[in-house]
């Protein structure tokens, strides 16, 4: 079918503007209407893009038409329009036609076109793997099973928009001590560089042995200018073969298993993909999808192969009649309070809701940890900065007394 061009009013009044299939331009005009949009002007051919001016340009770190933030909004406006009691399909046009979920628009109205010619929600997303993450679909397939759609979108929001608040403090934390890393490599490289090169003459004439320090400050000088470009060449190389040793699964493993016994880090990180494994397991399982089909969904969620593979042994210990906890511990991997609220989930009867308990506990201690570690981090850096700068002039002036002693 061809394709037209349209600019029309959204059901907010806002003015939308895109591309469309249709058997002709009335088909495609008829179309428009049925997605709630008031057709203004339509004509054969692809929407040009349109580019907005650079200072009115959104700055996205990461994200796209599956970014968690997206679509847990997406989800969450859903859930409100079917609260109130809206038809699915054209709670799904007003989603479409919203100039928020601009990214988002292909799918919603890829979903919207199989949703109208009969197709279950679930199997709708299904279709678009890119837009929606296999939970999203799992728990929209429950939430249809069981009659509580609208519930179970409103958990699936809930769950989206937390993991993605966790992330964006976490990038916002880590902002700072980065910016402060790179300032200090780009000082000791300017000192290596242009300030230590202005001396070497004149320590070149001095018939005095120079001290060991600044020996180790002017070999570091020229290795630095001399040579820097084969060291730096040296240092791709030893990443691109890293990279291609760390395709095995097996090399991945190993590596990710020793982060795990980082000494600071490995426990964070063992408690940041423990979160957000039991977040998803906790919604998947209060949204009445059994345990057994819940583990392999949320297992995904990992992005540690070592803590994948410890979920891995424990869903083929519960298929052969034993409980997720005790095969979970026998792994050594998971955090000892993961263990106590899993226990006392399988115990009770009630383990969806100690998976989200578990899930809010671990966020606040990550949070709390995440602020202490960054406090200490930046003085730390800041310390050694002043240390290697101390050292390098230290080495300089050292160096400059002893010749004029030797003079007088």
């Known amino acids: 079918m061809p394709l037209f061009r349209y600019r029309a009013i959204g059901p907010g009044g806002a003015p939308v503007t895109g591309s469309i299939e249709g058997p002709d331009l009335a088909g495609a005009l008829d179309r428009l209407r049925a997605m709630g949009l008031l057709p203004v002007e339509a004509a054969e051919g692809p929407a040009a893009p349109a580019v907005p001016p650079w200072w009115k340009r959104e700055i996205r770190l990461g994200g796209g038409a599956g970014s968690a933030k997206g679509l847990g909004h997406a989800v969450q406006e859903l859930a409100v329009l079917l609260d109130a009691g809206l038809p699915l399909d054209r709670s799904l046009a007003i989603l479409a036609g919203q100039r928020e979920h601009r ?49 179970t979108l409103a958990r699936l929001a809930e769950m989206l928009l937390r993991a993605e608040q966790l992330r964006e403090q976490l990038r916002s934390a880590l902002i700072y001590p980065v910016l402060l890393l790179i300032a200090a490599g780009a000082s000791i490289l300017l000192l290596l560089t242009v300030v230590v090169p202005q001396f070497e003459a004149f320590f070149a004439d001095a018939r005095a042995p120079l001290p060991p320090a600044t020996v180790i400050v002017l070999a570091a000088s020229r290795l630095v200018r001399e040579d820097g470009a084969l060291v730096l060449l040296l240092l791709l190389g030893a990443l691109a073969l890293a990279r291609i040793a760390l395709r095995r699964p097996a090399a991945r493993a190993g590596l990710h298993r020793a982060a795990l016994s980082a000494p600071i880090a490995g426990p964070l990180l063992a408690r940041i993909e423990t979160a957000r494994f039991a977040r998803t397991l906790g919604t998947l399982v209060e949204s009445g999808v059994p345990l057994a089909a819940a583990l392999p969904i949320a297992r995904r969620t990992f992005a540690n192969l070592a803590m994948a593979g410890a979920v891995d042994a424990a869903t083929q210990s ?19 309070i ?5 226990r006392t989930g399988e115990e009770t ?21 995440t602020a202490r570690f960054l ?21 300089i002036l050292t160096a400059m007394l002893s010749i004029n002693e030797l003079a007088a």
Do not use: C
């Open 338 to 342: 993961a263990l106590t609220f899993l």
């Open 103 to 151: 990214a988002l628009r292909p799918a919603l109205t890829e979903v919207l076109e199989k949703v109208r010619g009969g197709a279950p929600l679930a199997e709708a997303l299904r279709g678009r793997p890119d837009a929606f993450p296999p939970v999203a679909v799992a728990l929209v397939e429950a939430g249809e099973a069981s009659g509580a759609l609208n519930a």
């Open 375 to 395: 406090a200490l981090l930046v003085p730390v850096v800041t310390i050694l900065l002043g240390l290697v700068v101390a050292t390098v002039v230290g080495a």
């Open 318 to 336: 519960l298929k052969e009649g034993e409980g997720l906890a005790g095969p979970l511990e026998a792994t050594g991997l998971m955090p000892p």
């Open 349 to 369: 009867g009630r383990l969806g809701e100690m998976l989200t308990r578990l899930a809010d506990a671990l966020d606040r201690d990550i949070q709390k940890t």
